[in-house]
Structures are given as C-alpha cells and as structure tokens.
C-alpha cells in the first residue's frame, strides 16, 4: 500500500470492500496451514521448470511498455521507469503448476497488483480482468483474484531480475490459482465486465484454476 493510501480514504475503502465481498480472498499458501499447504495431486520441485508456447519474447527494459485499460478511472502505458516509480513490494509465495509440479517459497519482488489498482483505480463496474501478454498469451481471472493481496507484478526473484525465459522483464504472479494463471512478458491489462477466458481457458483448462479444488481441466 502507498503511504496516503489511509484506511479512510472514502473512495478506496469503498472499492476494497466490494472487491472483498466478491469473496474470493484468497491470499495463497503464505496463511495456509502446513498440511494444506500443498494441493491435491502435486509433488514437490526444487528447480523452477520452464513452460510455455515455445516464444520466449526479448524485450529490453527501454521498449518494454504496459498498457491498463479497459473500465478503469486512469487508463495508463506505463514505461519502464514510471512503473518502477510504483511503490516497490516483496513478497514470498508457493507455485502450482497444472502439470503437477509446486515450488514452495519463491521471493518475489515488483509492484503489489493492489499498489497498481490504487493508481489505476478501476470503475465500480469492473469484475474481470483480460491479460495479454507479448508472446501473445492471454489469461483471465476475475477483479477479486487479481487484487489479491498475495498477487504481484514481479521484476525480481531471489533477489535477481527475472530471467528471459520466466517471463522477464515483468511476469505476474497470482500464486493462489494455478501457474498458468500466471502471465509471463505482460504487456496489457483491460479490466472488463465480462469475463474473457484466455489461450488454455478456451484449450481445455478450467476457467477458473483453483489448485486446492483441482479445477486443472474445464469438464473437472
Ligand atoms: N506469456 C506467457 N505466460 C505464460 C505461459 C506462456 O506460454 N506465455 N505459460 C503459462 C504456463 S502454462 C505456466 S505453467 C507458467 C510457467 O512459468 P515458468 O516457465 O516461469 O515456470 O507460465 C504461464 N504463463
Ligand atoms: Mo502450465
């Protein structure tokens, strides 16, 4: 949270509390109790597999642009430089990828998606969000699983910038919803009334991905 983000902040409190009565705050495995720690049908890793549709994009810091829109008060391309001028966050989260393997505390470092949602400040009518990504990937989730307080725009991990192949310069991470979820190289956020599902939502996968319900395939 920004410093004049104060709890009586009318306008903010508001939207936070309609995000929260959507009901889905899942704040991922950082709260959950060790014996539920890891979902059903995972086994753990120690490496950190790479995954993707074979299109590792390589974007220099000086072309890389994010572009939110949609239903959103401030519409915003952010460079590279306003975007790191975003209040900077650590934090630390489990993976679970579809294809059974979980990787448990992964440091994150970037921008707290609720950090960005406070400058952006999407429109009360706003309940989903479309991802694209510059591989040309595309995701969706609703508002609430993507204001998260566990979820973050990370340009970091164990302390180094993210590598190409994992998604660098910038990759979201949504660690209470399988890795897919997940969009490497983000380029575009557009907040939507609708839901849109994205590339494995319209391929087979669950358009919702809960690792703990096994939501991996769409007739699960
Ligand atoms: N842009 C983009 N993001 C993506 C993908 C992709 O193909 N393109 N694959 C997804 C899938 S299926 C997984 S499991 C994770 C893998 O991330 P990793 O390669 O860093 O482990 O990225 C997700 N995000
Ligand atoms: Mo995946």
Same mark, same amino acid.
């Given at each position: 949270?920004?410093?004049?983000?104060?709890?009586?902040?009318?306008?903010?409190?508001?939207?936070?509390?309609?995000?929260?009565?959507?009901?889905? @705050?899942?704040?991922? =495995?950082?709260?959950?109790?060790?014996?539920?720690? &890891?979902?059903?049908?995972? $086994?753990? /890793?120690?490496? *950190?597999?790479?995954?993707?549709?074979?299109?590792?994009?390589?974007?220099?810091?000086?072309?890389?642009?994010?572009?939110?829109?949609?239903?959103?008060?401030?519409?915003?391309? @952010?460079?590279?430089? =306003?975007?790191?001028?975003?209040?900077?966050?650590? &934090?630390?989260?489990?993976? $679970?990828? /579809?294809?059974? *393997?979980?990787?448990?505390?992964?440091?994150?470092?970037?921008?707290?998606?609720?950090?960005?949602?406070?400058?952006?400040?999407?429109?009360?009518?706003?309940?989903?969000?479309?991802?694209?990504?510059?591989?040309?990937?595309?995701?969706?989730?609703?508002?609430?699983?993507?204001?998260?307080?566990?979820?973050?725009?990370?340009?970091?991990?164990?302390?180094?910038?993210?590598?190409?192949?994992?998604?660098?310069?910038?990759?979201?991470?949504?660690?209470?919803?399988?890795?897919?979820?997940?969009?490497?190289?983000?380029?575009?956020?557009?907040?939507?009334?609708?839901?849109?599902?994205?590339?494995?939502?319209?391929?087979?996968?669950?358009?919702?991905?809960?690792?703990?319900?096994?939501?991996?395939?769409?007739?699960?």
């Amino acid at each position: 949270m920004t410093d004049d983000a104060t709890p009586g902040d009318s306008k903010l409190t508001a939207t936070k509390r309609r995000w929260a009565s959507e009901g889905r @705050f899942l704040t991922g =495995a950082v709260t959950r109790p060790e014996e539920h720690r &890891l979902p059903p049908g995972q $086994h753990l /890793v120690k490496n *950190w597999p790479v995954l993707d549709l074979g299109i590792q994009p390589d974007i220099s810091t000086a072309s890389w642009k994010l572009v939110v829109n949609g239903l959103v008060a401030h519409p915003t391309k @952010f460079d590279w430089q =306003a975007f790191n001028a975003l209040p900077q966050t650590e &934090l630390v989260s489990d993976i $679970h990828c /579809v294809t059974t *393997w979980s990787r448990y505390d992964n440091r994150w470092s970037g921008v707290a998606v609720a950090d960005l949602l406070d400058a952006v400040m999407p429109a009360d009518n706003a309940r989903f969000v479309a991802l694209t990504s510059y591989d040309g990937y595309k995701t969706n989730m609703p508002l609430s699983d993507f204001a998260s307080d566990a979820a973050i725009l990370a340009l970091a991990w164990e302390g180094q910038p993210i590598a190409r192949e994992h998604g660098g310069p910038m990759r979201l991470v949504v660690p209470h919803l399988y890795f897919w979820k997940s969009p490497k190289w983000l380029s575009g956020i557009e907040f939507l009334e609708h839901d849109r599902p994205g590339f494995w939502e319209v391929n087979g996968y669950h358009n919702y991905g809960d690792p703990w319900r096994e939501q991996r395939y769409s007739d699960d």
